[in-house]
């Protein structure tokens, strides 16, 4: 029985150093599980935390996001009317342009046709000192020196108004010989006569003049009709007719 009792002594006392090393085990792996579980708690009280603050974040960006919508909506229609206005003020502009465009050339063609009456007057004027000219040189014959030292002179001057006439865009009509145009010639007197066309100019009694395509005065002229028949011609025209 001595010999029992230490045996059992140590045989508890194994058993206690057994139950020491498992608990020395143990603890840590407690201790590795526990905190995870902190941690976790750690994470679901913050969740919560989110979720209990997100409703109170997230009204305050609603209404941002309203009034932001709200500048888009106002500059989008400020963007409108901006491009309208624009739209309009550059059709304003080129229908002023046209005007413009319309008034310089009206301004214009008036001013050239104002010059033109204004050239076509003073040249009317100057037409009948033309014609004196003219016949002074057709009539007058001078006798001796002196007198044709004067024709001479009087010559150079009409010649010198001619030229200052051509320069001018002025040009004699020469109906000679062509067939009568009431736009272009006056007939004063009428001549009948087989040698010509009826209808022909014979001669030129006043000369005309042109200024390009304006007349500045009708050519006084003599046409040509046709011959009356006589007797014989007159019988035989009925004989013929009947």
């Not at 407690?30 to 209990?52: A, H, I, M, R």
Request: net charge negative.
């Amino acid at each position: 029985m001595a010999e029992e009792i230490p045996f059992t002594e140590t045989k508890n006392q194994q058993i206690n150093e057994n139950i020491q090393d498992v608990q020395a085990a143990v603890e840590p792996n407690v201790n590795l599980d526990s905190s995870p579980k902190v941690e976790n708690n750690k994470e679901v009280s913050e969740d919560n935390t989110s979720q209990e603050t997100e409703p109170q974040n997230f009204e305050p960006m609603s209404q941002e996001i309203v009034l932001l919508k709200e500048a888009y909506e106002s500059l989008q229609t400020q963007l409108e009317t901006t491009q309208f206005q624009l739209e309009e003020k550059d059709s304003q502009y080129k229908r002023l342009g046209a005007d413009f465009d319309n008034f310089r050339k009206r301004t214009e063609k008036e001013k050239e046709e104002l010059d033109t009456q204004v050239k076509c007057a003073t040249i009317i004027e100057l037409l009948p000192v033309i014609d004196n000219f003219e016949r002074a040189r057709s009539q007058i014959k001078p006798a001796n020196d002196g007198e044709m030292a004067i024709h001479k002179s009087y010559q150079s001057v009409y010649k010198q108004m001619v030229d200052s006439l051509k320069k001018l865009g002025v040009s004699p009509m020469r109906p000679e010989g062509q067939e009568f145009d009431p736009n272009l010639h006056e007939a004063v007197m009428r001549e009948a006569t087989t040698e010509h066309p009826e209808g022909t100019v014979i001669e030129e009694l006043v000369r005309g003049y042109t200024l390009g395509d304006r007349v500045l005065r009708h050519a006084m002229v003599k046409v040509a009709t046709a011959p009356e028949p006589t007797d014989g011609e007159a019988e035989n025209q009925t004989d013929s007719e009947s």
